[in-house]
Each structure stands twice: as C-alpha cells, then as structure tokens.
C-alpha cells in the first residue's frame, strides 16, 4: 500500500502564502501523476493543480498564476506553493498519487488524509 501525508496547512491573512507538501511511503513501485484537491464546506473535492513526471503542470483556473505545483520525484513527494491566498481558498486540501505498488498491480488512485487551510480576511 501506499500512504501520503500532508504538511503545510494552517491560518493565514488574505495576501499571505502558504507551502504545501505531501510525502508517499510505503510499498511504491512507481508513481505517476501527483496533484492537490480542495473541499470547502458544503462543496464537491475540486482539482487544484496536479503534475505528471515529465509532463505540464494543470491548474484550476481559480489558483492559475497564485499557486506552483512541483515534484521531488527522488522523494516521492509533491508541494503545492501558494501566494496571495484569498479567504475563497479556504478548504481542506488533499494530496493525490497515481501509484502502483508492485510492478504487476495496476494503478491505483491513493490520497493523503488531507491538511486544513484557512485564509482569513
């Protein structure tokens, strides 16, 4: 199995910013796209940005040009760099890998146990 654990949340003013980060562990035989969620109270998980190896990052629009999605690919992790955050950014935020823990299991979805974010006006 695979387990990711989020860092980096916390209460900040409307304008500061915040770094995420999401650690895999466990049984990894590879790992493919990493990305960030988002669920604010009352509202369906949405994408905030994800990164395949090798490939573009995607954002949501609403974060586009505020937040920077990377990779540490050595250590299976993923951080999510926000700036100028906005009280609309408050939400839980869960870390996601695709991810196969041996080389004949399929790709499996995995998230992280999620990390609170709360922007204050």
């Known amino acids: 199995?695979?387990?990711?654990?989020?860092?980096?949340?916390g209460l900040v003013q409307a304008g500061g910013s915040l770094r995420l980060s999401?650690?895999?562990?466990?049984s990894i035989f590879s790992i493919g796209a990493m990305g960030w969620?988002?669920?604010a109270p009352g509202k369906q998980r949405e994408l905030v940005a994800t990164l395949s190896t090798g490939g573009s990052p995607k954002y949501a629009d609403?974060?586009?040009g505020r937040?920077?999605?990377?990779?540490?690919?050595?250590?299976?992790?993923?951080?999510?760099q926000m700036n100028s955050l906005k009280p609309e950014d408050t939400a839980v935020y869960y870390c996601q890998a695709i991810a196969r823990s041996r080389s004949y299991n399929p790709f499996q979805d995995y998230w992280g146990q999620g990390t609170q974010v709360t922007v204050s006006s």
């Open 1 to 9: 199995q695979v387990q990711l654990v989020e860092s980096g949340g």
């Open 22 to 26: 999401c650690a895999a562990s466990g």
């Open 37 to 39: 969620y988002r669920q």
């Open 62 to 64: 609403s974060v586009k």
């Open 67 to 80: 937040s920077t999605i990377s990779r540490d690919n050595a250590k299976n992790m993923v951080f999510l």
